[in-house]
């Protein structure tokens, strides 16, 4: 009876109905799919918790891999004739299918390459070729392209399965994999390589129709996603679960052709620097998939039978409203600890059912929004809310602590958002540049590029920072910062130009350690603008995506001026402006005045030796000296 007289007293108060607003906000937002990116991440939590499976199909991959590449000794693509051996070979086995995830839509210039080929896969009789429908995007126009490996490879194959893949927007994963796709040019359905190796081995016939939610493989019924689409079963992760076979190994005979006799054969690239690998479930990013594997995995779910479903948007919203709904009684407990043990113990149990439902039933059921509406649904009405001041610095710090320095955040805590929203004031402002990086960056790999710059731009940065300097972006290897604001600095070109200098030393202590370590290339240089001037300086942008930054004709400028060090083979250049601040403490030599893009006066330009009294080794010398 105390419980209704309290439900009844508490039904129209504030923190009711704000407990109200939320659950129902978190319901809408459930079914706009606003919490899709971390169900994604819950359903890769439930395979790793899940673990590994053992294959239901009996696939064999032979890998182009990394060991094969150095035993080969040759480039990929191999040539038609090695991979007419490496056919010839698996055919003698007599497996149920061999697919080869590799496109062959244009003529070699092997002599005789093709021909070979296409012999390799006539003999062989049941090889199923991949090729792909191609989207072409330029200027403005969309072109979906049907693409064909060579027609005397078609002939002689058993198949032709499309290679597409769909990788989540949110991430980039790799959750589901379309069964067939429309070829816009003649409104016809194309089936993957996947689904045509799955059913040669099933025995069963190709589907005459297809439903919107369904396809037919004989006796099995394949559900589908967004009409197209999967639900990949991963077994595991990648390498460790279907049995693979370096290629030159199966050439060389030193895997017994009888090994593939019965077994579902593919070939495929698999070594990280061909660059066909995705990250899926299972270890993510930090062990990414190739493609091949990828499409194993979706033949062994089409096989099996075991196929991953999940709920609809409805359901989960109607869970996030339940649960919070279930929440707030919970709450309005006139003992606080029942609550949070009866909210506790809700959650727990609704974990429990999210995995037993996809670990037992393959079903994908709405875990994230659920949970947020039930700690929602508890919290809302059971804290009171905050002082406004308390409020304002908490949402302040919270929204700008990853975009700005911390110097700033703690500014606008102290003063308030609209104290940083801008102001003019003197800047001095930075650009630095590498010298010769694209040259360079061309003959490196992605990966040496990314790690070069990381350090590098690690570097430059504890410099400006340690001379008081706020960096405001970086793009590519260019470093663009300014000095004097958040915080006032008196003395700011002084602090600009010896940062200019001490990156310039660093650079050089980089290079030499690069040098002798042997791991990077050192034939690059490093270009600085400096300009003192005023400029605009605070908040910029909308309400999604905000910056501390700077900008006005002064930073302009700057950019001309690092731009200059090429033309005058000299790597730190400050304009007039910082030269009158700075010429009693560093020496300067007058290089010229220069009409620059959007100044009607030439402008002086200076190049900076080092420190007044500064020993040789910290003297700035010319570009590639």
């Known amino acids: 009876m105390r419980f209704f007289q309290r439900l009844r007293s508490t039904i129209f108060s504030r923190t009711t109905v704000l407990a109200v607003v939320t659950v129902l906000v978190i319901t809408l937002a459930t079914l706009f799919g606003s919490f899709e990116f971390l169900e994604l991440k819950a359903v890769d939590a439930a395979f790793n918790l899940r673990g590994p499976l053992p294959p239901t199909a009996p696939i064999v991959i032979v890998a182009v891999d990394d060991e094969s590449i150095r035993e080969t000794q040759l480039q990929w693509p191999w040539p038609r004739s090695y991979m007419a051996q490496l056919i010839t070979k698996?055919?003698?086995?007599?497996?149920?299918?061999?697919?080869?995830?590799?496109?062959?839509?244009?003529?070699?210039?092997?002599?005789?390459?093709?021909?070979?080929?296409?012999?390799?896969?006539?003999?062989?009789?049941?090889?199923?070729?991949?090729?792909?429908?191609?989207?072409?995007?330029?200027?403005?126009?969309?072109?979906?392209?049907?693409?064909?490996?060579?027609?005397?490879?078609?002939?002689?194959?058993?198949?032709?399965?499309?290679?597409?893949?769909?990788?989540?927007?949110?991430?980039?994963?790799?959750?589901?994999?379309?069964?067939?796709?429309?070829?816009?040019?003649?409104?016809?359905?194309?089936?993957?390589?996947?689904?045509?190796?799955?059913?040669?081995?099933?025995?069963?016939?190709?589907?005459?129709?297809?439903?919107?939610?369904?396809?037919?493989?004989?006796?099995?019924?394949?559900?589908?996603?967004?009409r197209f689409f999967i639900n990949v079963n991963y077994r595991g992760g990648s390498g460790r679960v279907f049995e693979q076979k370096p290629a030159y190994q199966v050439v060389n005979g030193d895997i017994d052709p009888s090994f593939f006799k019965d077994k579902i054969v593919l070939i495929g690239a698999t070594s990280v620097s061909l660059q066909d690998v995705y990250s899926v479930p299972f270890e993510g990013s930090r062990k990414p998939m190739p493609g091949v594997e990828v499409n194993a995995n979706v033949i062994d779910t089409i096989i099996s039978g075991q196929f991953i479903s999940r709920w609809p948007l409805l359901l989960g919203a109607l869970a996030v409203l339940f649960l919070g709904i279930l929440a707030y009684v919970f709450s309005i407990s006139s003992r606080p600890l029942i609550g949070i043990f009866l909210t506790v113990g809700t959650a727990i149990a609704y974990l429990v059912l999210w995995f037993v439902a996809f670990a037992q039933l393959r079903t994908e059921i709405y875990v994230v929004a659920p949970l947020i509406g039930l700690v929602l649904g508890f919290a809302v009405p059971s804290v009171e809310r905050a002082t406004t001041e308390a409020l304002a610095r908490r949402r302040v710090r919270g929204m700008f602590e990853r975009f700005v320095s911390p110097e700033v955040v703690e500014q606008m805590v102290e003063s308030g958002l609209e104290a940083s929203r801008g102001q003019r004031t003197e800047l001095t402002i930075l650009f630095s540049d590498i010298r010769g990086f694209t040259t360079m960056s061309e003959k490196m790999s992605p990966n040496a590029v990314v790690d070069l710059l990381n350090e590098y731009l690690g570097v430059m940065t504890d410099v400006i920072l340690k001379h008081g300097g706020t960096i405001d972006k970086y793009e590519g290897d260019l470093i663009m910062a300014f000095f004097n604001a958040p915080?006032?600095?008196?003395?700011?070109?002084?602090?600009?130009?010896?940062?200019?200098?001490?990156?310039?030393?660093?650079?050089?202590?980089?290079?030499?350690?690069?040098?002798?370590?042997?791991?990077?290339?050192?034939?690059?240089?490093?270009?600085?603008?400096?300009?003192?001037?005023?400029?605009?300086?605070?908040?910029?942008?909308?309400?999604?995506?905000?910056?501390?930054?700077?900008?006005?004709?002064?930073?302009?400028?700057?950019?001309?001026?690092?731009?200059?060090?090429?033309?005058?083979?000299?790597?730190?250049?400050?304009?007039?402006?910082?030269?009158?601040r700075i010429k009693d403490e560093f020496d300067a030599e007058f290089a010229e005045a220069r009409l620059v893009k959007g100044k009607t006066v030439p402008v002086g330009m200076y190049k900076v030796i080092g420190r007044k009294g500064a020993p040789e080794s910290e003297k700035v010398r010319a570009l590639f000296a």
């Open 90 to 226: 698996i055919s003698e086995g007599k497996p149920k299918s061999i697919t080869a995830d590799v496109f062959w839509y244009e003529p070699t210039t092997e002599a005789g390459g093709d021909e070979a080929l296409a012999q390799a896969i006539a003999n062989a009789g049941n090889v199923i070729l991949a090729n792909d429908i191609n989207r072409v995007e330029q200027s403005g126009f969309v072109l979906d392209e049907y693409r064909r490996p060579l027609p005397e490879l078609e002939a002689a194959a058993m198949s032709l399965g499309l290679a597409n893949l769909k990788r989540d927007d949110a991430d980039g994963f790799i959750r589901q994999m379309p069964i067939y796709l429309i070829n816009p040019n003649d409104e016809k359905a194309y089936f993957s390589w996947a689904v045509l190796t799955a059913i040669h081995y099933l025995d069963v016939p190709l589907p005459t129709s297809i439903k919107t939610n369904s396809v037919q493989f004989g006796d099995v019924t394949v559900p589908l996603e967004d």
């Open 487 to 580: 915080i006032t600095q008196p003395d700011h070109p002084r602090r600009a130009v010896e940062a200019a200098i001490d990156m310039r030393i660093t650079l050089d202590r980089l290079k030499a350690k690069w040098a002798k370590e042997g791991t990077r290339p050192t034939n690059f240089e490093m270009g600085i603008g400096l300009n003192t001037g005023d400029a605009f300086v605070g908040l910029i942008g909308s309400e999604k995506r905000i910056n501390y930054t700077c900008i006005g004709d002064s930073v302009n400028l700057a950019s001309r001026v690092q731009d200059l060090t090429k033309d005058l083979k000299w790597p730190l250049l400050i304009t007039e402006f910082t030269y009158e």
